[in-house]
């Protein structure tokens, strides 16, 4: 009988909690402050951005709690724990942003295929393989979509 060593999904998925905190911050940053003749269209695709983003950490901090972890709950864990740095500088533009979010979201993606890596070759957590998997392709749509905008 295969007892699921939690210690290394716990890990991991505090560190893509976080992660998705952060981003959510960058993402509501953006969806509020941005200027320009486009501002419309962006403002929605930001906020569509924001509102899956909040669904998964939802769904991620559920997923830790339910393999008897503690989810962080704090903005300064978050911060500590993130894989992603926070992007403190400002800006108003809308291609900015875009390009700012990619990078992002492409760390991200990184992180989640190393981490699918690492449970395949440590644990025999399938559940949250399945959650890890469901997130890499959501995110890679996502960035495909940014990568588009860039792209003229
Ligand atoms: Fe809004």
């Known amino acids: 009988m295969a007892k699921l ?7 991991v998925l505090q560190e893509m909690l976080a992660n998705h905190g952060v981003l ?5 940053n953006y969806h509020w402050n941005l200027v320009g003749k486009e501002f419309h269209d962006y403002h929605i695709l930001f906020d ?12 991620i901090a559920e997923r830790i709690r339910a393999i008897q ?5 704090s903005m300064k864990e978050f911060l500590a724990t993130a894989i992603i740095k926070e992007d403190t500088k400002a800006t108003r533009e809308p291609r ?5 979010l990619l990078a992002q979201y492409e760390k991200m993606i990184e992180h989640i295929r190393d981490s699918i890596g690492t449970l395949e ?13 469901d997130l890499i392709e959501q995110h890679e749509k996502t960035a495909w979509m940014l990568r588009s905008l860039t792209e003229k």
Do not use: H, W
């Open 5 to 11: 060593d939690v210690k290394i999904s716990q890990k």
């Open 121 to 133: 070759a440590k644990t025999q957590d399938y559940g949250t393989r399945k959650m890890l998997e």
């Open 96 to 100: 900015q942003m875009i390009i700012r």
């Open 48 to 59: 569509g951005q924001y509102k899956q983003l909040f669904e998964n950490m939802d769904l």
């Open 69 to 73: 972890g503690q989810a962080l709950g």
């Open 24 to 28: 959510l911050f960058e993402t509501l």
